[in-house]
């Protein structure tokens, strides 16, 4: 019982209920390791007994962070307040607009009584307008008198009661709401890696990515471009290709350079190292497109790094002097540090872990001293961030000049790698010893584990979130939106210690106020709508708190069913409209392997399916031909049976149909690749994370042959809008 009420206290489960009629017990064992991982002794009847006696009699005046909505009702941490007790904000300066650089706001001090509200002052300053008098009460579910909404921001907010106790925290004042993408815009869904032009280095480029937008936006009218994670992935021979596991989250990967669009590679003396280069990397392209091979990550890097240490010997002009200094004041200690792992990775190899012991920890003074050593590669790493940083802008700004209405989409993985960067530089936030991954369910009876560290609740607490502050901050200022991959996340993650199987992991729960608030203040002052991956398994109330707040949710078609009635398809207007609506993503078959079963024939090929694929072939065709006669009876599908291209077409009309407020094209559909890039469950049986975009046969086909498909605008005639007839010079409209 002890060890429950230990528990509870710190947010982590002693049960779950994987079905609504079904409660699982959380062994022991694993409720003392998680509490381990969050700093309580638990490993002893007397140890339980000590740490909730201390618990117990803590007594907070403010929790460590406080979140204020505008508009409404303030939390019990302050409408609680001790009658008589006065409150100071001290604003962020960032949040006052036109306030003077390098000069504090003024703080903000108002007073909490419980007969009559006090005017509320301004510190060294006339005090503004009284309160309303106290008959004039508030309305119902309205802040009390005495509060004064501080603008948004991320503010410190100081109290003292009248017996002279005192508490300072972390205010997070937000907007209610995210801003939200226009009605009814329609864009692509894409892993940038596998989309090759006829000049990209054996890999898709952020310059490949300015291209399909600005070609997208002007020619078929689509509204964004949804793209993998470009997080920065961990150095290695081989590199981990998954984009879901990176080194940083923080910082994009220079891997995705085009190196040819960087303004200093014209000014580099030594042409003949560069063309040299140059035919590797089209012998690479060439591969890759033509025989057979696979995209391989660590072999592009290698080409792009000797290209781009070329491009770092120009100096700079005086401008670019300046933008880079800007970029370097602006990022700060995270940028330094990350580079600065870069660097240490190249000497002492990509896991910190193993690096000899005075490099472990990012302040020890062997680190200082190897940052001075360095500081030649810690330069170059940062200038890899910068120029990264430039062309990320570049494409964002390529697809609003091409008229798009949200633009790139970036995605933002759950987790990163327990020996990159991140975990280094950010060591005192991350739960050691424990990995993030699901608990069993109908789909996966063992459970997954992740092989990420998650971030630890009370840390983030602590110090007012700042590094998910910076996390999101980095990653919205070249974004139009921002998908967040397993979005549940924000609310409890399930923990899995080192060494367990997955079944005996559990959840650990997170303040989603705070995550929330943090996002909805960050996406706001980026302009920038929010998309949340919200498949699989989903608490109770969580969709309804994302959607609160703005954040659309993912419908994936062939999972839009009536779950709590007869289980057939959903019609168009059952979907909910705050969404975006897709026939597949990355972890799933494309839709005309799910439409012909293919995805069936390779994962029995592959030995994924728990029954015969005679089974397996009827349940799917079954599902199939639903979804397929419900198509018919709405008219969509006039072409009939066995045309796949038709069905194609007839999924994404269907979807054009629903209420969504974005529909996403899986880019590979539009020229009918059958291969999933990523197969759950597979490691080196599937080359995940390494295919390039191909047609039905399999043939891989570059960014110039899929944007002149006739299949591609066959299907998009069925999701743009129609624009009204322009005559020419001379011609009258009728």
């Known amino acids: 019982m002890g060890l429950s009420r230990l528990a509870a206290l710190h947010g982590v489960?002693?049960?779950?209920?994987?079905?609504?009629?079904?409660?699982?017990?959380?062994?022991?064992?694993?409720?003392?390791?998680?509490?381990?991982?969050?700093?309580?002794?638990?490993?002893?009847?007397?140890?339980?007994?000590?740490?909730?006696?201390?618990?117990?009699?803590?007594?907070?005046?403010?929790p460590p962070t406080v979140v204020v909505w505008a508009g409404e009702p303030l939390p019990p941490a302050l409408a609680g307040l001790p009658p008589g007790s006065t409150v100071t904000v001290e604003p962020e300066p960032s949040a006052l607009p036109g306030h003077p650089a390098g000069r504090p706001p003024a703080p903000l001090s108002m007073r909490s009584r419980a007969a009559a509200p006090a005017e509320p002052v301004a510190s060294g300053e006339p005090a503004p307008e009284a309160v309303p008098a106290p008959e004039a009460a508030p309305a119902p579910g309205a802040a009390p008198a005495w509060w004064i909404s501080p603008p948004p921001g991320v503010h410190r907010i100081h109290v003292r009661t009248p017996?002279?106790?005192?508490?300072?925290?972390?205010?997070?004042?937000?907007?209610?709401?995210?801003?939200?993408?226009?009605?009814?815009?329609?864009?692509?869904?894409?892993?940038?890696?596998?989309?090759?032009?006829?000049?990209?280095?054996?890999?898709?480029?952020?310059?490949?990515?300015?291209?399909?937008?600005?070609?997208?936006?002007?020619?078929?009218?689509?509204?964004?471009?949804?793209?993998?994670?470009?997080?920065?992935?961990?150095?290695?021979?081989?590199?981990?290709?998954?984009?879901?596991?990176?080194?940083?989250?923080?910082?994009?990967?220079?891997?995705?350079?085009?190196?040819?669009?960087?303004?200093?590679?014209?000014?580099?003396?030594?042409?003949?190292?560069?063309?040299?280069?140059?035919?590797?990397?089209?012998?690479?392209?060439?591969?890759?497109?033509?025989?057979?091979?696979?995209?391989?990550?660590?072999?592009?890097?290698?080409?792009?790094?000797?290209?781009?240490?070329?491009?770092?010997?120009?100096?700079?002009?005086?401008?670019?002097?300046?933008?880079?200094?800007?970029?370097?004041?602006?990022?700060?200690?995270?940028?330094?540090?990350?580079?600065?792992?870069?660097?240490?990775?190249?000497?002492?190899?990509?896991?910190?872990?193993?690096?000899?012991?005075?490099?472990?920890?990012?302040?020890?003074?062997?680190?200082?001293?190897?940052?001075?050593?360095?500081?030649?590669?810690?330069?170059?790493?940062?200038?890899?961030?910068?120029?990264?940083?430039?062309?990320?802008?570049?494409?964002?700004?390529?697809?609003?000049?091409?008229?798009?209405?949200?633009g790139i989409v970036h995605d933002l993985a759950v987790g990163v790698h327990p020996a990159g960067a991140d975990t280094w530089s950010q060591q005192e936030a991350f739960a050691h010893g424990m990995s993030v991954g699901a608990p069993p369910d109908a789909f996966n009876a063992r459970g997954q584990d992740w092989g990420l560290p998650p971030w630890r609740p009370d840390v983030l607490a602590a110090t007012g979130y700042a590094a998910y502050r910076g996390l999101l901050r980095g990653l919205l200022a070249h974004a139009g939106a921002l998908r967040i991959d397993h979005v549940m996340g924000l609310f409890r993650l399930w923990w899995v210690p080192e060494g367990r199987p997955p079944t005996d992991g559990t959840y650990v729960a997170y303040d989603a106020e705070a995550m929330l608030a943090v996002l909805v203040l960050e996406a706001h002052r980026a302009g920038t709508s929010v998309v949340g991956e919200d498949l699989g398994t989903v608490a109770?109330?969580?969709?309804?708190?994302?959607?609160?707040?703005?954040?659309?949710?993912?419908?994936?078609?062939?999972?839009?069913?009536?779950?709590?009635?007869?289980?057939?398809?959903?019609?168009?207007?059952?979907?909910?409209?705050?969404?975006?609506?897709?026939?597949?993503?990355?972890d799933l078959p494309s839709t005309a392997a799910r439409l012909t079963g293919d995805h069936v024939t390779l994962r029995h090929r592959l030995g994924l399916l728990t029954r015969s694929l005679e089974e397996e072939l009827t349940a799917d065709l079954t599902d199939t031909a639903e979804w397929l006669a419900l198509l018919a009876r709405l008219r969509m599908l006039p072409e009939g049976d066995g045309d796949e291209e038709a069905?194609?077409?007839?999924?994404?009309?269907?979807?054009?149909?629903?209420?969504?407020?974005?529909?996403?094209?899986?880019?590979?559909?539009?020229?009918?690749?059958?291969?999933?890039?990523?197969?759950?469950?597979?490691?080196?049986?599937?080359?995940?994370?390494?295919?390039?975009?191909?047609?039905?046969?399999?043939?891989?086909?570059?960014?110039?042959?899929?944007?002149?498909?006739?299949?591609?605008?066959?299907?998009?005639?069925?999701?743009?809008?129609?624009?009204?007839?322009?005559?020419?010079?001379?011609?009258?409209?009728?």
């Open 13 to 62: 489960a002693t049960s779950y209920s994987p079905s609504p009629d079904v409660t699982v017990s959380v062994p022991d064992d694993t409720v003392i390791a998680v509490l381990a991982a969050l700093g309580v002794d638990a490993g002893t009847p007397a140890d339980v007994r000590k740490c909730l006696a201390a618990a117990e009699s803590r007594s907070r005046l403010l």
């Open 163 to 406: 017996d002279n106790r005192r508490a300072t925290a972390t205010l997070v004042a937000a907007p209610p709401r995210l801003p939200q993408p226009p009605e009814g815009t329609h864009g692509f869904l894409v892993q940038l890696y596998s989309l090759l032009s006829a000049r990209s280095w054996g890999m898709g480029d952020l310059g490949d990515l300015a291209d399909l937008a600005a070609w997208a936006g002007r020619s078929v009218g689509s509204g964004f471009v949804q793209v993998n994670p470009l997080h920065a992935a961990v150095p290695g021979k081989p590199t981990d290709p998954s984009p879901y596991r990176p080194s940083s989250r923080r910082f994009p990967d220079p891997v995705h350079l085009h190196v040819e669009s960087i303004p200093e590679y014209g000014h580099v003396r030594d042409r003949a190292a560069l063309d040299d280069l140059r035919q590797d990397a089209a012998a690479l392209s060439e591969a890759v497109l033509n025989k057979g091979a696979l995209i391989d990550r660590d072999a592009v890097w290698e080409l792009k790094r000797q290209a781009l240490e070329l491009v770092a010997q120009v100096p700079l002009t005086p401008g670019r002097r300046a933008d880079y200094c800007d970029f370097l004041a602006e990022q700060g200690q995270a940028l330094e540090d990350h580079a600065l792992w870069c660097a240490l990775a190249e000497v002492h190899g990509p896991d910190w872990h193993t690096w000899p012991e005075a490099l472990r920890a990012p302040r020890s003074p062997g680190t200082a001293r190897a940052r001075s050593e360095l500081l030649e590669r810690v330069d170059f790493h940062c200038r890899l961030a910068w120029l990264t940083a430039g062309q990320l802008a570049a494409a964002q700004r390529a697809a609003e000049d091409a008229g798009m209405g949200v």
């Open 647 to 734: 069905a194609v077409r007839a999924v994404h009309r269907f979807l054009r149909r629903t209420p969504a407020r974005m529909t996403g094209v899986w880019l590979p559909d539009t020229v009918g690749d059958r291969r999933p890039q990523n197969l759950p469950g597979t490691w080196d049986q599937y080359p995940n994370w390494r295919l390039p975009i191909a047609d039905p046969e399999g043939h891989p086909v570059t960014l110039e042959e899929i944007t002149a498909s006739p299949r591609l605008h066959g299907l998009m005639e069925v999701l743009r809008p129609r624009k009204p007839h322009t005559a020419p010079p001379g011609e009258r409209r009728p």
């Open 540 to 586: 109770p109330g969580v969709r309804e708190a994302l959607a609160r707040r703005g954040v659309l949710g993912t419908s994936v078609l062939w999972f839009e069913r009536d779950w709590e009635g007869d289980g057939r398809p959903l019609a168009p207007e059952e979907w909910r409209r705050d969404c975006l609506a897709t026939a597949t993503t990355h």
